[in-house]
C-alpha cells in the first residue's frame, strides 16, 4: 500500500518541468504567439462555446435571470482565473492544470485532472460542433431553399441520428491544426474579429425591438433556477484552460498568460451579458425553450421575427459558421496540449508527443483527438455533452485553486509573476464555488463522470503508472529530447 501511496504521489519538480519544456530543441514546440493572438484564443474559445445555443437551455432554467446566471458562471470564473494567474508564472509550461498538479498534488490527482481536461475539451468541441449544422441550414436554406435533413444535421435526441455537419467542421479544425500553430493562430484572428462584430450586430438589431415587459417575471424559479442555469452555462468560460495550455508556444510566457486569462475574461462575460439582455428585451423568455426544442438556431430567430426579413438572420447564421469553426479550433488545440503533455512524461503513448519536423505540430496526436471529438459530435445527445463539459472544468478549477495552496507550500521561494490575493481566502472560495455549481449538476451528469475517471483509474494501472517518465532515475530530459527530433 505504502508503494502504490509512494506512485501516487510523486510530483514532478518544478526546475525539471521547466528545464524539459525549454529542451526539446528546434524538432518541438515554437514560441511563436504574443499577447494579441493569445487573448484571441481565448476569446475564441470561450465565445462561441455558448452563446450561440445556451439561452436556449438556460433560460427555461432561468428566465431573464439568466443574466445573473452569466455573472455567477463569471464571478466562479474569475475567482479560478486569479489563480490560474498565479500558476501560470510559476509554471509556464504546457499541460495547464495536468502541468500545475503534476508540480503540487502528486503523480495520481495529475492524471485524474489530466482526464477531467480531455474530457471538458473534448466534449466542449463537440458540444459547440452540434449546433453547426442548425446555423449552416439557415444559410443554405435561406440562400439556395435547401436544408440538410434532420437525419443528418440534427443531433441525436433532436431528430437526428448522425450530425454530419459536426463531424465535417472537427476535421476541418484538425487538418488545419496539423498544418501549425502559427497558421492556426492567424485564421482564428481573423475569425473571432467576425465573432465579436457578430455580436454586436445582433445586439444592435434585437435592441430595436426592446421591451422591458420581458423582465417582468425575472426569475420565476428563484435562486435556485439561478444557480442550475449557471451550472449549465460554466462550460461556456472553459477557454481559461485554452489560453493557460500555450504557455510553451508563447513569448515571455510568464507575463503573456497571466494578462491573456484576464483580458479573455472581461471581454467575453461584457459580451455574454450585452447578447443575453438585448435577447430577453427581444422576445418573451418562454419562447427560447420551444425553440431550442424543436430545434431552431435561436438568435437567429430572434432576429427575422424583431426585422421580418431574412437577411439580418442570414448575416448572424454565416457569421455563426464562420466563427463557430473557431471554437471547434483552438479547443482542439488545447487538447491536444494536454494529451501532449502526458505522452511526455509517460502517462500515455509516446507517439501522442512526437513533433513534425516541419509543421512543429504533434500531427498523430491531433488526428486521433479530432476523430475522437468528431465521433462524440456526431452520435451524442447535446445535453449530455453541455453538462459533463460543465463537470469536467469545473473540477479543473477546484485542481487549480488546490494546486495554489500546495505550492506556496512546498515552492515558497518559486518565481511567481503574480499571487492570488486576499491568500487563501480566494482559493478556498474558487474552490467551494466550484463544487457548489458541480453538486447542481443533475445525478445523471454525475454518473458518467464517475464512469469516466473510473476509465481512467483502470488506463492508469494498465499503462501509466508503469511508464511514468518519474520512474526513470536520470536521463529523463535528454530521452525527451532524442524522442522529439526522431519524431515524423
Not at 502504490?4 to 518541468?17: H, I, N, Q, V
Not at 449552416?136 to 439556395?144: A, K, P, Q, S, Y
Not at 444535421?153 to 454530419?164: F, I, M, R, Y
Not at 494536454?338 to 509543421?359: C, E, H, N, T, Y
Request: include cysteine.
Amino acid at each position: 500500500m505504502g508503494r502504490w501511496a509512494g506512485r501516487l504521489c510523486r510530483r514532478k519538480p518544478l526546475d525539471s518541468m521547466i528545464e524539459e519544456a525549454g529542451a526539446e530543441g528546434s524538432g518541438g514546440l515554437q514560441r511563436t504567439m504574443g499577447l494579441g493572438q493569445l487573448t484571441l484564443i481565448g476569446i475564441s474559445s470561450v465565445i462561441g462555446t455558448g452563446i450561440f445555443f445556451v439561452l436556449g437551455t438556460g433560460v427555461p432554467k432561468a428566465g431573464p435571470a439568466v443574466i445573473l446566471a452569466f455573472v455567477l458562471a463569471a464571478v466562479v470564473a474569475g475567482l479560478g482565473a486569479l489563480c490560474y494567474v498565479e500558476l501560470a508564472g510559476a509554471v509556464p509550461v504546457a499541460g495547464s492544470t495536468y502541468s500545475y498538479a503534476y508540480a503540487s498534488l502528486g503523480e495520481g490527482a495529475a492524471y485524474l485532472v489530466a482526464w477531467c481536461l480531455v474530457l471538458e475539451y473534448g466534449v466542449a468541441a463537440s458540444t459547440v460542433a452540434v449546433s453547426w449544422g442548425q446555423y449552416l441550414n439557415e444559410v443554405t436554406g435561406t440562400l439556395f431553399g435547401f436544408t440538410l435533413p434532420d437525419a443528418i444535421s440534427q443531433p441525436p435526441g433532436a431528430g437526428g441520428l448522425v450530425n454530419v455537419p459536426a463531424l465535417v467542421v472537427v476535421l476541418l479544425c484538425s487538418l488545419l491544426l496539423a498544418r501549425g500553430t502559427r497558421e492556426s493562430a492567424a485564421v482564428n484572428a481573423v475569425m473571432v474579429t467576425v465573432k465579436i462584430l457578430v455580436l454586436l450586430f445582433f445586439a444592435a438589431v434585437a435592441f430595436t425591438a426592446f421591451d422591458s415587459g420581458n423582465f417582468a417575471d425575472f426569475a420565476p424559479h428563484g435562486m435556485t433556477g439561478v444557480g442550475l442555469a449557471a451550472s449549465g452555462v460554466f462550460f461556456t468560460y472553459v477557454g481559461f484552460d485554452t489560453v493557460a495550455t500555450a504557455s510553451e508556444e508563447v513569448r515571455d510566457p510568464r507575463r503573456t498568460i497571466p494578462l491573456a486569462l484576464m483580458l479573455t475574461l472581461a471581454t467575453v462575460t461584457a459580451l455574454y451579458i450585452l447578447v443575453s439582455v438585448a435577447a430577453l428585451g427581444a422576445q418573451p423568455a418562454a419562447r427560447f425553450g420551444e425553440q431550442a426544442d424543436a430545434g431552431e438556431a435561436v438568435l437567429a430567430q430572434i432576429l427575422r421575427d424583431v426585422t421580418g426579413a431574412s437577411w439580418p438572420a442570414l448575416v448572424l447564421s454565416a457569421g455563426v459558421v464562420v466563427s463557430i469553426f473557431s471554437v471547434v479550433l483552438v479547443t482542439l488545440y488545447g487538447q491536444t496540449r494536454i494529451v501532449f503533455s502526458m505522452a511526455r512524461d509517460g502517462l500515455v503513448p509516446q507517439v501522442f508527443r512526437r513533433v513534425d519536423r516541419k509543421r512543429h505540430t504533434p500531427v498523430r496526436n491531433t488526428w486521433f483527438v479530432g476523430s475522437l471529438v468528431g465521433g462524440l459530435a456526431a452520435f451524442v445527445p447535446l445535453q449530455y455533452l453541455a453538462d459533463l463539459t460543465s463537470m469536467g472544468t469545473l473540477i479543473a478549477f477546484v485542481a487549480v485553486a488546490a494546486a495554489v495552496v500546495v505550492l506556496r507550500r512546498i515552492a515558497p521561494d518559486a518565481p511567481r509573476s503574480y499571487r492570488v490575493p486576499l491568500y487563501p481566502v480566494v482559493p478556498i472560495l474558487s474552490a467551494v464555488s466550484c463544487l457548489y455549481l458541480a453538486w447542481l449538476l443533475p445525478g445523471v451528469t454525475w454518473t458518467l463522470f464517475g464512469c469516466w475517471l473510473a476509465l481512467a483509474a483502470v488506463l492508469y494501472l494498465c499503462f501509466g503508472h508503469r511508464h511514468s517518465a518519474l520512474r526513470e532515475p536520470d536521463g529523463h530530459v535528454e530521452a525527451a529530447k532524442a524522442d522529439v527530433e526522431a519524431g515524423a
